[in-house]
């Protein structure tokens, strides 16, 4: 719960930085030029802003994710996974469902102190 509140507050520091970038440029008529400065700074501000935010919650837009390894996606029955992949001649090439495993059966380790 404090790590939400720290979070929205930093979120809220950044909007507040952002405000005040925007405020500040076009405040001034020194970037009121024929070449797009204010326009490409104000982009500028944007773009750092939402880099902020994607720092902020940790958010990796580049990561792909493994459902196979996940161990989110991997309790999960995906819809979709137990239908048989075919060939061009109907044979089956590939059944992506994966063996019922029973939880007892698992083995994972568990870190309850989680620091």
């Known amino acids: ?17 952002r405000f005040a970038y925007i405020s500040g440029l076009l405040a001034n008529t020194n970037l009121d030029d024929n070449k797009g400065s204010k326009r490409m700074t104000l982009e500028s501000v ?3 802003y939402h880099e902020a935010l994607k ?3 940790n958010i990796d837009t580049k ?14 029955k995906i819809p979709g996974k137990d239908i048989p992949v075919v060939d061009e001649h109907g044979n089956i090439v ?18 309850i102190d989680q620091a």
């Open 63 to 76: 990561k792909e994710i493994d459902f196979e390894n996940d161990p989110f996606f991997k309790a999960m």
């Open 94 to 111: 590939e059944l992506t469902a994966r063996p019922e495993v029973k939880p007892h059966e698992q083995n994972i380790d568990i870190d």
């Open 1 to 17: 719960m404090y790590e939400a509140h720290t979070k929205r507050e930093q979120v809220d520091r950044a909007t507040e930085e």
């Open 55 to 57: 720092s902020i919650y």
């Open 46 to 48: 944007d773009n750092s």
